[in-house]
């Protein structure tokens, strides 16, 4: 090639047959926010031929010195066994769905049959832990003293302080059988969602005068919650 005009020459991708595609990958890398685990993020990479012959996006492949890694990163396929002609463009998602907490780091390469043959891509994400599930019981609240002989009703509100809803799923009493938890406001079964409120109760009737103590537990999707109950039952005046 001779080139005569005083202008700045642009380079021009040549093979041993004439032109050559090049490829350009917008952009060249990707970092994910903070994804939760079990959760997954998505981001779009687009392909543009900025040469002067057309090329063939051969394969995508994700890998990763760190164990693991490579597999919480995957690629969409609609850009594989694609021709883009000059200034032809193809784009992709690029999803990470972390299976730990941490960072994870690994590189996407596409292979072509432009200029060069392959382009890398660094991936970068974070995961992290999912928000706990929490519930909250204030103390339960007795008739003092309880009467011996009477149905007594003790009542404590049940809340759910956390970012993330809460499946309720049974009460017992670990010592005492004579006590009867309930639910009360809310049945087994419900979802107490952040920020509502839900009473239960606790009754018994004792014949004989003293002080009983049961532990109420109560069972769903966030930790067991117990509450020690102590009852003074006495004569009916």
Same mark, same amino acid.
């Given at each position: 090639?001779?080139?005569?005009?005083?202008?700045?020459?642009?380079?021009?991708?040549?093979?041993?047959?004439?032109?050559?595609?090049?490829?350009?990958?917008?952009?060249?890398?990707?970092a994910?926010?903070?994804?939760?685990k079990?959760?997954s993020? @998505?981001?779009?990479l687009?392909?543009?031929?900025?040469?002067?012959?057309?090329?063939?996006?051969?394969?995508?492949?994700?890998a990763?010195?760190?164990?693991?890694?490579?597999?919480?990163?995957?690629?969409?396929?609609?850009?594989?066994?694609?021709?883009?002609?000059?200034?032809?463009?193809?784009?992709?998602?690029?999803?990470?769905?972390?299976?730990?907490?941490?960072?994870?780091?690994? /590189?996407? /390469?596409?292979?072509?049959?432009?200029?060069?043959?392959?382009?890398?891509?660094p991936?970068?994400?974070?995961? @992290?832990?999912?928000?706990?599930?929490?519930?909250?019981?204030?103390?339960?609240?007795?008739?003092?003293?309880?009467?011996?002989?009477?149905? @007594?009703?003790?009542?404590?509100?049940?809340?759910?302080?956390?970012?993330?809803?809460?499946?309720?799923?049974?009460?017992?009493?670990?010592?005492? /059988?004579?006590?009867?938890?309930?639910?009360?406001?809310?049945?087994?079964?419900?979802?107490?969602?952040?920020?509502?409120?839900?009473?239960?109760?606790?009754?018994?009737?004792?014949?004989?005068?003293? /002080?009983?103590?049961?532990?109420?537990?109560?069972?769903?999707?966030?930790?067991? $919650?117990?509450?020690?109950?102590? $009852?003074?039952?006495?004569?009916?005046?």
């Amino acid at each position: 090639l001779t080139h005569t005009a005083n202008q700045p020459v642009s380079p021009v991708a040549l093979s041993a047959n004439g032109l050559l595609g090049e490829l350009q990958v917008m952009p060249s890398s990707l970092a994910f926010s903070p994804t939760t685990k079990g959760a997954s993020s @998505t981001q779009s990479l687009q392909l543009k031929n900025v040469g002067a012959a057309s090329l063939r996006i051969a394969s995508l492949s994700v890998a990763s010195a760190q164990t693991g890694a490579a597999a919480m990163f995957s690629t969409g396929s609609t850009c594989t066994g694609v021709d883009l002609a000059a200034n032809g463009t193809c784009s992709f998602t690029v999803a990470y769905a972390p299976t730990a907490a941490g960072t994870h780091a690994a /590189t996407l /390469t596409i292979n072509h049959t432009g200029l060069g043959a392959q382009k890398a891509v660094p991936l970068n994400g974070t995961g @992290t832990e999912p928000p706990a599930a929490l519930l909250s019981l204030t103390d339960f609240v007795c008739p003092s003293p309880a009467q011996s002989g009477v149905l @007594t009703v003790c009542g404590a509100t049940l809340s759910n302080p956390s970012t993330v809803p809460v499946t309720l799923s049974g009460v017992g009493t670990s010592s005492n /059988t004579s006590f009867v938890p309930g639910l009360q406001g809310c049945a087994a079964g419900a979802t107490l969602n952040p920020g509502q409120t839900c009473a239960v109760q606790l009754s018994a009737t004792f014949s004989v005068v003293g /002080t009983y103590t049961t532990t109420y537990q109560l069972n769903s999707t966030a930790p067991t $919650l117990s509450k020690t109950v102590s $009852l003074a039952v006495q004569a009916p005046v």
